[in-house]
């Protein structure tokens, strides 16, 4: 496991860009900014993808770390990764149908799932750093 240590960071890392890229596309399509919003959410596309990768390949052979807090730390934290790891799983079929209709330009279509993809997958990405810091640093 010594050689898998590093992949938590990283995971963390990728989440952090993840949800950095997502408020700069925001920001670009506030400004009508198209070309840019495209670019910068396919970069958190991908970003999200090797995350998901990487976390995968992680757990596969490093297992699973418990958390070790007890008493309110422990109500605070599994409450955090239940909703976490729930949206996670339920922001996937969101971001497919919601970059699909965007890079086919589907605006109308696009428009109406966008909005909830963008706070869900923000919410997952940001609560992902959080969860991490928690696990690997805060409450050890």
Same mark, same amino acid.
């Given at each position: 496991?010594?050689?898998?240590?590093?992949? %938590?960071?990283? !995971?963390?890392? +990728? !989440?952090?860009?993840?949800?950095?890229?997502?408020?700069?596309?925001?920001?670009?399509?506030?400004?009508?900014?198209?070309?840019?919003?495209?670019?910068?959410?396919?970069?958190?596309?991908?970003?999200?993808?090797?995350?998901?990768?990487?976390?995968?390949?992680?757990?596969?052979?490093?297992?699973?770390?418990?958390?070790?807090? +007890?008493?309110?730390?422990?109500?605070?934290?599994?409450?955090?990764?239940?909703?976490?790891?729930?949206?996670?799983?339920?922001?996937?079929?969101?971001?497919?149908?919601? +970059?699909?209709?965007?890079?086919?330009?589907?605006?109308?279509?696009?428009?109406?799932?966008? %909005?909830?993809?963008?706070? +869900? =997958?923000?919410?997952?990405?940001?609560?992902?750093?959080?969860?991490?810091?928690?696990?690997?640093?805060? =409450?050890?």
């Amino acid at each position: 496991m010594q050689t898998l240590s590093y992949f %938590p960071a990283i !995971n963390a890392t +990728l !989440n952090g860009t993840a949800a950095v890229l997502l408020v700069t596309a925001k920001r670009f399509i506030d400004k009508r900014q198209i070309e840019a919003h495209k670019r910068t959410m396919v970069a958190a596309f991908s970003t999200s993808v090797v995350f998901l990768l990487c976390y995968l390949y992680y757990h596969a052979h490093a297992g699973v770390l418990h958390f070790a807090g +007890l008493g309110w730390r422990r109500g605070v934290y599994f409450t955090l990764l239940t909703s976490h790891t729930l949206l996670a799983v339920v922001i996937v079929p969101l971001i497919l149908m919601s +970059l699909s209709r965007g890079l086919k330009r589907q605006d109308t279509r696009h428009v109406k799932i966008a %909005p909830l993809t963008y706070w +869900l =997958w923000l919410y997952v990405s940001v609560t992902g750093v959080v969860i991490y810091y928690l696990l690997y640093h805060l =409450w050890r």
